[in-house]
Nanobody, 119 residues
Framework: VQLQASGGGLVQAGGSLRLSCAAS????????IGWFRQAPGKEREGVSC????????YYADSVKGRFTISRDNAKNTVYLQMNSLKPEDTAVYYC?????????????WGQGTLVTVSS
């Protein structure tokens, strides 16, 4: 059972990246999928989450209007499209799977992918 986050990299401010979260060993269909991030010296924070049905999505205020979460259950993958990136978006991004979007309900955590936004 594993979650694999990918798609991170180095991008200039204003640029875009798309993160992917792929599952192996289990299906994501029945899970809410979240994205969290942790910047150096800062606490982990929730970025976005999508319900198992895909009908509900949530975003941190800091990313609203810039990030879009989506899921493709046929590919067992969830995406985080990140546009208009800012240096303060620099962090390791983790995807999670849980029974809800509440952090304490996350059952699985991916290994993280590093996003670096240069000014």
């Amino acid at each position: 059972v594993q979650l694999q986050a990918s798609g991170g990299g180095l991008v200039q401010a204003g640029g875009s990246l798309r993160l992917s979260c792929a599952a192996s060993g289990f299906t994501l269909d029945y899970y809410a999928i979240g994205w969290f991030r942790q910047a150096p010296g800062k606490e982990r924070e929730g970025v976005s989450c999508i319900s198992s049905s895909g009908s509900n999505t949530y975003y941190a205020d800091s990313v609203k209007g810039r990030f879009t979460i989506s899921r493709d259950n046929a590919k067992n993958t969830v995406y985080l499209q990140m546009n208009s990136l800012k240096p303060e978006d620099t962090a390791v991004y983790y995807c999670t799977a849980g029974s809800s979007c509440v952090i304490r309900d996350q059952n699985y955590w991916g290994q993280g992918t590093l996003v670096t936004v240069s000014s």
